[in-house]
């Protein structure tokens, strides 16, 4: 009887996970692979700010529409605010969020869906700017300026080598030379793209800074980035410092020209703003939502993709979890691998996934070992179990502290990729592992930990697949069939694989 | 090389039981959740077997709070030897063992010498949680110094050899004599390094031995054959084991048995999962057994019935 409960249960399970997925397949027409190549980008603001109360005006600039991207929808969300949009010279496109009266934290946001635009065919020309020449702080910066612009120009053949030039003169500024005076005391990367822009007016070459985002395809906290325009045959070329490839230049998406703030702000104080851009599924769904009755709409509207995207793109990496959870399962109970926890091997591919798998195996060994060193010399100090771990966790936040200022300093920079999750896991990884090794002993703690990695890295290169993300993400209701294989797997009572091994003197 | 598959049908045909079988249709359906923490908890096991007139090392004192260290040296006056551990301990960590005195000092099993204040302090210790799993406050039991009876000497190495039962609806259904190596640091834990040898349910005497994965003959520190010792008083290790069942109600359990020379067979601790090692001791599968006692569930009401079915039926096959 409970067989047949659970047969039934699972049944139903995967029949409705299916018919869903097919319907949604075939009568909304969703794409069931990932596409390759989709142009459309959505990219979302979010400012939250603290009003005083009072009337209160935030001003932030919006994308400009040009090359490569052109932006085909916007929407300002605000409630209860007023928006406008007013042209500023030589910066942009700025959209006015007022109200009369608000006070504590407030909210608002701003979204646009890009695609690139079409390649145009016929080289339009964009009008040439008037010269203008820099205007110097003291005779100090002249003669830096013209020193610098006199050596570049000389080997310059065209304005883009001379940018080139300049840019790498500027990197390779060296103590007490005259680069490394116009920089400042603070060479960021606003300062440098400021005085590059600087150096080429000052040869003759009009040129701009330019403030905006290289879209990524899936980006929680992206960051505004900095780089040049400047005017040559006959057209405004960008140039990106930190990435000076073609392949980059075709994911700009100018923002504001200028060395002015992204938000300005009267009547409150800002707290933070992110950005979040995502390469959309909008057009295959779009299309097949065109062709929606009222009804299947409002479905569609209440389904992930009705959300903003900072969570769509949080439920991309949550949707698979399941995937590896299952995957763990049969590993498990299956195979047999020997695992801390039930789910510490899922939760180390979530951190491969902010890490990559080669670096996080590597951090994650290292970490491990001098974790556990620690915990070996806290056991001659006969601590209670409580403290002692606590102690081993403060050391650990310590290591990865020193970590990853080493690696960067190595110029390794995936080591700053070591996020708040990650150091989480890690800590409960060498607890766990201190734990085993003090009730089964050091032998099985290690099969452990290698069972650990090892199911948590074939987890991460199972939940990174294409396909599997697209699918989870796309059709959540699948994952009831992966709930119904996890349920059958509960009653599976055969022989692991490890046991095959470990029982075969008994195989006469 | 035989194929997995083939390996599996062979395991299968001998009767071998895996870990997925033993948890879906052993320990989940006969071991209820709440009787666990009977095992987990060694006063607890203590308390019960006592008022049941099973044997167990008698028990001298219970210290459950940091203010009844103080009542400590009132247990201990009257005792020469006895054994200071931990309730929720594991894998005799924590475990004192007192052999005799000296003066006012207590001399222990391995020849160091604890003043009065040292002992308290160890109590103290036990009571914060350090030997206990996940570190949660404990107990620390006083108790009976078991004087092991020599039948093993010549196959142990330093440590604690102790008999190994599982008992399935109070049936002893296998059984194993684990004794303590070099490698396993005195300690009986098979995966730690000791030597499980398989035990004849019928008559009591030790057959072929497993050390790691491998069957070996010979103790590895000793060098003599770990075969073919005659268990003493063998009757009453199966009537220990055939009444367990009703001490706790967990219907299949492994039960830990040692031998003291004067008060012969005592419980030691219980267990709601035994290992499935036991089953590579006998060169037997436990499935064959297990499956065996179900069949005949009706008519083993008594524990003399469930001693006699073991002894009949589970009788070493003679390879």
């Known amino acids: 009887m409970n067989r047949a409960h659970l047969y039934g249960l699972a049944g139903a399970l995967t029949a409705i996970g299916l018919a869903l997925f097919l319907y949604k397949l075939f009568v909304f027409g969703f794409p069931l692979w990932p596409e390759a ?55 942009g496109m700025r959209a006015v969020y007022s109200i009369q009266d608000a006070k504590g934290p407030q909210t608002i946001y701003y979204r646009a869906v890009v695609q690139h635009g079409r390649e145009s065919t016929v080289m339009e020309r964009d009008p040439r700017p008037p010269a203008s020449p820099p205007e110097f702080k003291d005779d100090a910066e002249r003669v830096a300026v013209q020193s610098i612009v006199s050596a570049s120009a000389k080997q310059a053949a065209d304005p883009a080598t001379l940018v080139a030039l300049l840019v790498k003169r500027l990197r390779e500024a060296r103590p007490g030379d005259e680069a490394a005076f116009l920089l400042g005391r603070q060479p960021t990367q606003t300062r440098l793209v400021n005085t590059a822009v600087t150096l080429l007016r000052a040869a003759g070459v009009p040129a701009r800074e330019v403030n905006g985002l290289v879209l990524a395809p899936e980006r929680r906290h992206a960051r505004f980035q900095h780089w040049i325009e400047y005017y040559a045959a006959g057209r405004w070329q960008s140039y990106i410092p930190s990435d000076p490839t073609v392949e980059a230049r075709r994911y700009i998406l100018s923002w504001w020209r200028g060395p002015g703030a992204f938000i300005r702000l009267t009547g409150g104080t800002v707290l933070e703003h992110t950005i979040t851009t995502s390469r959309s599924f909008e057009h295959a769904i779009r299309s097949a939502l065109n062709r929606q009755k009222e009804l299947e709409k409002r479905l569609v509207e209440f389904s992930l993709f009705g959300l903003p995207l900072q969570a769509q793109s949080l439920f991309r990496t949550i949707l698979v979890v399941p995937v590896g959870i299952l995957l763990l399962v049969v590993l498990r109970n299956v195979v047999g691998v020997k695992t801390f926890g039930t789910f510490m091997p899922v ?106 990695v090892a199911v948590g890295a074939l987890c991460y290169l199972v939940m990174r697949v294409p396909v599997v993300e697209h699918l989870a993400f796309v059709f959540p209701e699948l994952l009831l069939v992966v709930l119904a294989g996890t349920l059958l797997l509960g009653r599976y009572s055969g022989y692991r694989l490890t046991e095959l091994y470990r029982f075969r003197v008994l195989a006469r | 090389m035989m194929s997995w598959r083939d390996t599996a049908a062979r395991l299968r045909r001998n009767g071998v039981l895996g870990i997925n079988w033993r948890n879906a249709e052993y320990t989940l359906p006969y071991n209820a959740r709440d009787r666990y923490p009977l095992v987990d908890d060694k006063v607890l096991t203590k308390e019960l077997a006592m008022r049941a007139g099973v044997a167990v090392p008698e028990l001298y004192g219970v210290i459950e709070i940091q203010r009844q260290v103080r009542e400590l040296p009132g247990i201990l006056e009257k005792r020469r030897d006895f054994v200071v551990k931990p309730a929720r301990g594991s894998q005799g960590d924590g475990i004192v063992v007192v052999t005799g005195r000296s003066r006012a000092l207590y001399r222990c099993a391995d020849g160091s010498l604890l003043d009065a204040h040292e002992m308290a302090f160890h109590v103290s210790n036990i009571l914060s949680g350090i030997y206990s799993l996940g570190g949660q406050n404990d107990k620390a039991i006083i108790e009976y110094r078991v004087s092991f009876d020599p039948v093993f000497e010549a196959i142990t190495y330093r440590g604690v050899p102790d008999v190994r039962i599982i008992v399935f609806l109070g049936v002893p259904v296998m059984a194993m004599v684990r004794l303590p190596t070099r490698l396993s640091g005195g300690k009986a834990n098979l995966h730690q390094g000791a030597i499980g040898t398989g035990v004849d349910m019928a008559t009591g005497t030790t057959l072929t031995a497993v050390w790691r994965t491998s069957i070996v003959s ?78 005949h569930r009706g008519e083993l009401n008594t524990v003399a019935e469930r001693v006699a079915f073991a002894k009949e039926r589970f009788a070493a096959q003679p390879n």
């Open chain 1, 37 to 91: 190549r989709t142009d459309v980008w959505r990219v979302e603001v979010q400012i939250r700010f603290e009003a005083d109360g009072g009337p209160v005006k935030a001003e932030l600039f919006l994308p400009v529409r040009t090359e490569p991207f052109i932006v085909v929808d916007q929407g300002f969300v605000s409630p209860g605010y007023g928006v406008t949009t007013e042209r500023e010279r030589g910066a």
């Open chain 1, 347 to 452: 939760l180390i591919a979530l951190a491969f996934r902010q890490t990559g798998l080669l670096w996080g195996c590597l951090f994650f060994s290292v970490v491990v070992a001098l974790g556990l060193a620690v915990r070996f010399y806290l056991e001659r100090l006969k601590l209670l179990l409580v403290p002692r771990l606590a102690c081993v966790v403060i050391v650990v936040i310590l290591l990865l502290a020193m970590l990853t200022v080493l690696s960067f300093k190595l110029g390794f920079d995936r080591g700053l990729s070591i996020g708040l999750f990650p150091i989480v896991i890690l800590t409960m990884t060498i607890e766990r592992m201190t734990v085993v090794w003090e009730e089964r002993g050091g032998g099985e703690a290690l099969q452990q930990a290698a069972g650990s």
């Open chain 2, 218 to 295: 010979d103790h590895p520190d000793t060098g003599n054959p770990v075969s073919g010792v005659q268990i003493p008083r063998w009757d009453t290790l199966l009537e220990l084991g055939a009444r367990s069942w009703e001490l706790t109600g967990l219907g299949y359990q492994g039960i830990d048995i040692v031998l003291d020379r004067d008060k012969g067979p005592m419980i030691l601790e219980l267990n709601a999962r035994p290992g499935l090692a036991i089953q590579i001791a006998n060169r037997a599968g436990l499935e064959t057994r297990l499956a065996a006692v179900l069949r």
